[in-house]
């Protein structure tokens, strides 16, 4: 369905592709104002984009009648949007005390090294992976739990890393 951002043009518009320009007006179809489809019309944005680039902001802005400045506000409020190109896995990872104590850490850093980003938020040379830190994911019991884009998997280890990133495509 879409390119996820990698290896397409990342400021191109989204919403001049009529498939994306028709599920925005169906979205919009079904909200009093205009404003209230902004969330929608940001996952748009970053499912065909991979991320939410400044053009992108500004396109939605201009489509939904808001200001730039109102809609960047948004993107960075919610954690969710990507600021930035991620990697086609995006993997997160619970630090928090909990977590940490049982070994987040050194899962981090396998993943970090194993996957090539060698640095937090950064994308891997091959576009494949970001890693971050998160707070707890709520399943401290499992430690440690990562998401990775949405799927999530408990009881992380450092030997568990090589095979499930193996496993990823
Ligand atoms: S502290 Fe890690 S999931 Fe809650």
Redesign the pocket.
Known sequence: MSAHGHGTEPHAPVFTAAAARAELDDILSRYPTKMAALLPALWIVQRERGWVSEDGMREVAELLELTPAYVKGVVTFYTMYHQHPVGKHFVQV?T????NVCG?EDVVNALLKQTGCGELGVMSPDGKYTVIEVE?????GF?T?VMINEDFIDGVTVERVPAILASLE
Do not use: Q
């Open positions: 619970c928090t005390s909990p977590c987040a707890c994911l709520g399943a401290c430690a739990p």
